[in-house]
């Protein structure tokens, strides 16, 4: 098994920056992808970035391309999201996930594919 532990998040006014962080402990794999993802109240569960162990490679949603930068450290055990010029619209609680695997561009963003997931943390954006 896995556990995922995330932290970092709180109440910033509109304009600022957050980072989260999310750190991995249990079985470890030799690829793998980790994802964070967010859900605003009444809202369904949205994908917000990723990268991938293979290559290093990142992917972002749209809505964060620009402002959100993820990363992981050297041991990669620990991902971080570095979320810059915040908007109320990112509200949310987010959530980091992994997948025993690389996964593809095109499912990437995709929750079905990530099988652990952590507790969330809440990001509040004031205006």
């Known amino acids: 098994q896995v556990q995922l532990v995330e932290s970092g998040g709180g109440l910033v006014q509109a304009g600022g920056s957050l980072r989260l962080s999310c750190t991995a402990s249990?079985?470890?794999?030799?690829?793998?992808?980790l994802g964070w993802f967010r859900q605003a109240p009444g809202k369904e569960r949205d994908f917000v970035a990723a990268?991938?162990?293979?290559?290093?490679?990142?992917y972002y949603a749209d809505s964060v391309k620009g402002r959100f930068t993820v990363s992981r450290d050297g041991a990669k055990t620990t991902v971080y999201l570095q979320m810059n010029s915040l908007k109320r619209e990112d509200t949310a609680v987010y959530s980091c996930?992994?997948?025993?695997?690389?996964?593809?561009?095109?499912?990437?963003?995709?929750?079905?594919?990530?099988?652990?997931w952590g507790q969330g943390t809440q990001v509040t954006v004031s205006s």
């Open positions: 996930a992994a997948a025993a695997t690389d996964i593809g561009f095109l499912h990437i963003s995709k929750d079905y594919q990530y099988s652990y």
């Open positions: 990268i991938r162990s293979s290559d290093g490679n990142t």
């Open positions: 249990g079985r470890t794999f030799s690829t793998y992808t």
